[in-house]
């Protein structure tokens, strides 16, 4: 299985290269989202520090539903995804893969950039750090839940409104505790419970979404 699972990664980020248009789509989305704000709401520095956790979490969280609906399409338009549902090997296991190389080309960059536009809200050494991790455990849960509607809306000719409304009461609690990390974090109380929290999710997240993936799999390709 371990092979299966690494050959579907491999396989999908080398796709995702030839496609890397769709990255770089992600990626500017992000930075403007992130870098209008203080445009717009100007240079008051204890302003910026107040809002910026919750101002990265949900530029994050925008971004990666923005590239939900490429997770599955691809495979679904060119028929390689039927042939994945009949081979022997566990679909939940195949469904781990695109996951897991969804969030490496547009979850980690997304990790990567967020302490360099962090700067512009004037986030101290230690509120980036806890962001950046933060980050690390929200993301690829947010990628894990976005796969089950992303699976749901397969085909569908409004596939990306309806993920949106899918997906979105599912992110709100990796929201909450994600900012609440980097906001305790300022404030000196500790963001060590938001960050188990985020643990948390993602562990169930990662035992539980493959499951119901699959089953949307199936259902959508009937």
Known sequence: MLETLLWIVRRDVTLAWRRRTDLFTTLIFFVIVIALFPLGIGPELDTLRLIAPGVMWVGALLASMLALEQLFSADHRDGSLEQL????????VIVLGKVIAHWLIT??????????????????????????????????TLSLLGAIGAALTLGLRTGGILVALLVLPLYIPVLIFGAGAVEATASGLGGQAHLSMLG??????????????????RISSE
């Open 85 to 92: 549902l009949l081979t022997p090997q566990p679909l939940g």
């Open 107 to 140: 979850g980690l960059p997304l990790v990567v950039l967020a302490p360099v536009l962090g700067l512009q809200y004037d986030m101290s050494a230690e509120s980036l750090k806890v962001m950046v991790i933060a980050l690390l455990l929200g993301t690829p």
């Open 200 to 217: 948390a999710i993602l562990l169930v997240a990662l035992l539980a979404t493959p499951i119901a993936t699959s089953a949307a799999l």
